[in-house]
């Protein structure tokens, strides 16, 4: 069992950055891949980035690649989102996921193993 929490997020102007963190705890047997989606008010929760267990592999929705980065700390089990450049359009909460492979930008919701409770960001015009 994994339990995930996200924290960092809050209210930033556009062109601003912060940096979402997601702290894994609970009995883990196995390595895990780790994602991070978001859903904006009245959206379908979409993918925004997947980074494998050793982090050797990293993949993003196109509409955050060059402006996001997904990055790990496996001895502290945790996984990091640092987003640059942020737009209005970015406003969502944001949900850290764990999955069993790394999947890149094919990964959709339906492969998520254990979700977080989510973080909101919003991005002021």
């Known amino acids: 069992q994994v339990q995930l929490v996200e924290s960092g997020g809050g209210l930033v102007q556009a062109g601003g950055s912060l940096r979402l963190s997601c702290a894994a705890s609970g009995r883990t047997f196995s390595s895990y891949a780790m994602a991070w989606f978001r859903q904006a008010p009245g959206k379908e929760r979409e993918f925004v980035a997947d980074i494998s267990w050793s982090g050797g592999n990293t993949d993003y929705a196109d509409s955050v690649k060059g402006r996001f980065t997904i990055s790990r700390d496996n001895a502290k089990n945790t996984v990091h989102l640092q987003m640059n450049s942020l737009k209005p359009e970015d406003t969502a909460v944001y949900y850290c996921?764990?999955?069993?492979?790394?999947?890149?930008?094919?990964?959709?919701?339906?492969?998520?193993?254990?979700w977080g409770q989510g973080t909101q960001v919003t991005v002021s015009s």
């Open positions: 996921a764990a999955d069993r492979f790394f999947r890149g930008a094919t990964m959709t919701t339906s492969f998520v193993t254990y």
